[in-house]
């Protein structure tokens, strides 16, 4: 994936599709510290870097063996 494309700036509502959650889901997230998930503020908005939620993907994804290892 090229740089660009991982510095791209995502606004809650499409970080959230992304990720398969709510709005608010995010905004609780934040409020309570659930999730170290870097955020950007501009001005008031909040905007979530692409490349910081594939990160929060990958290090939550389980099971990552190979598809020989899923027979077993």
Do not use: C, Q
């Not at 503020?41 to 994804?61: C, N, P, S, W």
């Not at 990552?64 to 027979?71: A, V, Y």
Request: proline share 3%; net charge positive; no cysteine.
């Amino acid at each position: 994936m090229d740089e660009l494309n991982k510095h791209r700036l995502l606004s809650r509502k499409e970080a959230a599709e992304f990720l398969g959650v709510k709005i608010i889901t995010l905004a609780i997230w934040e409020s309570t510290k659930r999730y170290n998930l870097p955020m950007v503020k501009v001005g008031r908005l909040v905007r979530y870097r692409f490349g910081d939620l594939l990160d929060f993907v990958e290090k939550r994804t389980v099971n990552k063996g190979t598809p020989k290892d899923w027979n077993h």
